[in-house]
């Protein structure tokens, strides 16, 4: 059993920071990406940011580039989300996820790709 722990969720005013943690546990021994996605109330869930295996690739979207950084921590199966010069419209349940890969460079930007997901934490903005 895969367990997906997300952590650091809460609620910053607007150009405030916060560091989302998120934590794999349980019996996957194979090499898995790490993404995060967000949903905002009345919207799909988007993709935010992916890391690969090694940590030496990784993507994020348009919207929160130069603002969040994604990085992990394999030694404590762990990645974290940056998010620095919040904005309103980055209120959202952030999600962590972990997806199976066969190399140590392939990070992952779809929902599909990702096998075990966490519950959320919810990130509020306020302007």
């Known amino acids: 059993q895969v367990q997906v722990v997300e952590s650091g969720g809460g609620s910053v005013q607007a150009g405030g920071s916060l560091r989302l943690s998120c934590t794999v546990s349980?019996?996957?021994?194979?090499?898995?990406?790490m993404g995060w996605f967000r949903q905002a109330p009345g919207e799909e869930r988007e993709f935010v940011a992916a890391i690969s295996w090694s940590g030496t690739n990784t993507y994020s979207v348009d919207s929160v580039k130069g603002r969040f950084t994604i990085s992990r921590d394999n030694a404590k199966n762990t990645v974290y989300l940056q998010m620095n010069s919040l904005k309103p419209e980055d209120t959202a349940v952030y999600y962590c996820?972990?997806?199976?890969?066969?190399?140590?460079?392939?990070?992952?930007?779809?929902?599909?790709?990702?096998?075990?997901w966490g519950q959320g934490a919810q990130v509020t903005v306020s302007s």
């Open positions: 996820a972990a997806g199976t890969t066969y190399d140590s460079i392939t990070y992952y930007y779809t929902k599909d790709d990702y096998d075990y």
């Open positions: 349980g019996r996957f021994f194979t090499m898995h990406a």
